[in-house]
């Protein structure tokens, strides 16, 4: 049988899955990855739509194209997909994609530590690679730096009334919100609905009356939050929620209040709420910055220096964690398929 399109992935995972794409795609013109992943959102998306909706994809998947550098210092790039956009960074993807380069032997593993750079959209990514008998026990990556825009800002929001919240960027610009807002809301897997049903609700008013603009990727605006709460454990310094939109949410219909939850924890999350919290005097240089997901995985921030990012004042962070390679996978694409780009169900997107 002839099949349209061919791709090779190995599925990765640190609580979300994150599939790493290593074949399937003609070479994409660019002068960086940045330029590479612009022309691909405009000239070929049916690479994203068929990786992660359905029947490929569910609404938590992310992918990543590996791509060659650009930049003559990197050992590979990297394309990142999600199911409403084209990230610049996001860290649990980058640990994924180290991971699975390393363990795969398509970048040599040394051992105790393997070091060197990845080409994300937003540039040069340090990696330093923790590495056992073969395995990758740890990827601690060096990110973008990392700024808020508006602190402790009160917006309203439709049915909720009055919440505050902060708004920065970790590679992404993130709305952060204080969980202990909300009577009765705690970050655990059984309250997901509600947590996903807030989220959705706050960071759409978010969008509406707060303006971002990032002056280096023209029209990235607020796509994400991260709900946040205190921690028991005296070793946490907040566990948090990531959530991502599944569609367009409209305040005048309830069915809409949804999104995806992210299971794992969320790297560029985690430098977006490092900044925040080191602008509020709260946290740090070299402070642990220990975030914790809703599956109880961990990532280990540090804000390493103070710095300046376009007038606002930044850190650069690093954050630490694990991903674990569970399948490899080939995926096809029949011509006669009658779904070419995938599809959704409104009963879980």
Known sequence: ??????????????????????????????????????????????????MLREPRGIPATCANLIVPAKNPKAKAGYIIMEQTEYPMMSGGNTIAVATALLETGQIPM???VSEFDLEAPAGLIHIKADCKNGKVTRVTFKNVPAFPVYLDKEIDVPHLGKVKVDIAWGGMFYCCIDATQFEGLHLVPEMGSEIAKISSLVTTAAIDQLPVNHPDYP????????????????????????????????????ETWK????????????????????????????QPFIN???????FEGRAI?????????????TVG?????????????????????GFTIGDIW
């Open 1 to 50: 049988m002839a099949f349209k399109r061919m791709f090779d992935s190995v599925e990765c995972h640190e609580g979300e899955p994150m599939r790493v794409i290593t074949s399937g795609v003609p070479t994409i013109p660019g002068d960086s990855v940045y330029e590479m992943e612009e022309w691909l959102k405009k000239n070929d998306d049916q690479v994203r739509l068929l």
């Open 321 to 341: 964690g694990q991903c674990w390679i569970y399948g490899f996978n080939k995926w096809v694409l029949d011509d006669t398929d009658p779904f070419q780009n």
């Open 259 to 286: 999104g995806a939850l992210d299971r794992g924890v969320c790297g560029t999350g985690t430098c977006a709420l490092m900044s925040i919290e080191h602008a509020k005097g709260r946290l740090k240089l070299n």
């Open 292 to 298: 914790e997901g809703l599956l109880g995985i961990r």
């Open 305 to 317: 220096e103070d710095t300046e990012i376009h007038g606002h004042k930044a850190i650069v962070p």
């Open 219 to 254: 029209g990235v605006g607020i796509t994400l939050s991260m709900m946040h709460e205190p921690s028991d454990d005296p070793d946490v310094y907040m566990r948090t929620s990531n959530w991502y939109p599944t569609g367009k949410v409209d305040f005048d219909k309830p």
């Open 110 to 112: 040394t051992e105790p």
